[in-house]
C-alpha cells in the first residue's frame, strides 16, 4: 500500500516508477544460482518481446513479496521515447511533494515557503 510507505520511501524513483507503469511483472524461483538465472533469462526475453510491440519495461531492483528473483515495470513505449536515452521518471524534491500533499488539506495562504529537514 502507497499511502503506508514513508515519504521517502514515497519520492524514491521506484515508487515513481510503481505508480507510472501500466503493469509488473514478478519473477519468483529459488534463490540459488540456477533459480536466479532463468529468472533473469526470462525476463530479459520478456523485455526483448514486449519492445517490439511498443512496450517498455524497468528493472526495479526490489523483492515484493517473498520468493521473488526479479521485478519488473512495464508501460507503453512511442518511437519518440524508444530514441530518448534517458529515463522519463521525474522524482520531485522533498519540497515539492510535501507542497503537493499539503494543498490537499490546507488553504493556500497556510503552505510553507521554506522546508527545513531536521536530524533526529
Given at each position: 500500500?502507497f499511502?503506508?510507505?514513508s515519504?521517502f520511501?514515497q519520492?524514491?524513483?521506484?515508487?515513481?516508477l510503481?505508480?507510472?507503469?501500466?503493469?509488473l511483472f514478478?519473477?519468483n524461483?529459488t534463490?540459488?544460482?540456477?533459480g536466479?538465472i532463468?529468472?533473469?533469462?526470462?525476463?530479459?526475453?520478456?523485455?526483448?518481446?514486449?519492445?517490439?510491440q511498443?512496450?517498455g519495461s524497468?528493472?526495479l531492483?526490489i523483492?515484493?513479496?517473498g520468493?521473488?528473483?526479479?521485478?519488473?515495470?512495464?508501460g507503453?513505449?512511442?518511437?519518440?521515447m524508444?530514441?530518448?536515452?534517458?529515463?522519463a521518471?521525474?522524482?520531485?524534491?522533498l519540497?515539492?511533494?510535501l507542497?503537493?500533499?499539503?494543498?490537499q488539506y490546507l488553504?493556500?495562504?497556510?503552505?510553507p515557503?521554506?522546508?527545513?529537514?531536521?536530524?533526529?
Amino acid at each position: 500500500d502507497f499511502s503506508s510507505l514513508s515519504v521517502f520511501e514515497q519520492l524514491s524513483e521506484q515508487q515513481k516508477l510503481l505508480a507510472s507503469g501500466s503493469g509488473l511483472f514478478v519473477f519468483n524461483g529459488t534463490e540459488d544460482i540456477k533459480g536466479l538465472i532463468h529468472s533473469g533469462y526470462y525476463s530479459q526475453q520478456l523485455t526483448t518481446a514486449l519492445y517490439a510491440q511498443d512496450i517498455g519495461s524497468c528493472c526495479l531492483g526490489i523483492r515484493p513479496y517473498g520468493g521473488t528473483n526479479y521485478c519488473i515495470v512495464v508501460g507503453g513505449i512511442n518511437q519518440q521515447m524508444k530514441q530518448s536515452l534517458e529515463s522519463a521518471v521525474q522524482v520531485p524534491t522533498l519540497s515539492m511533494y510535501l507542497t503537493e500533499r499539503l494543498k490537499q488539506y490546507l488553504p493556500a495562504y497556510m503552505l510553507p515557503q521554506h522546508y527545513v529537514v531536521l536530524d533526529k
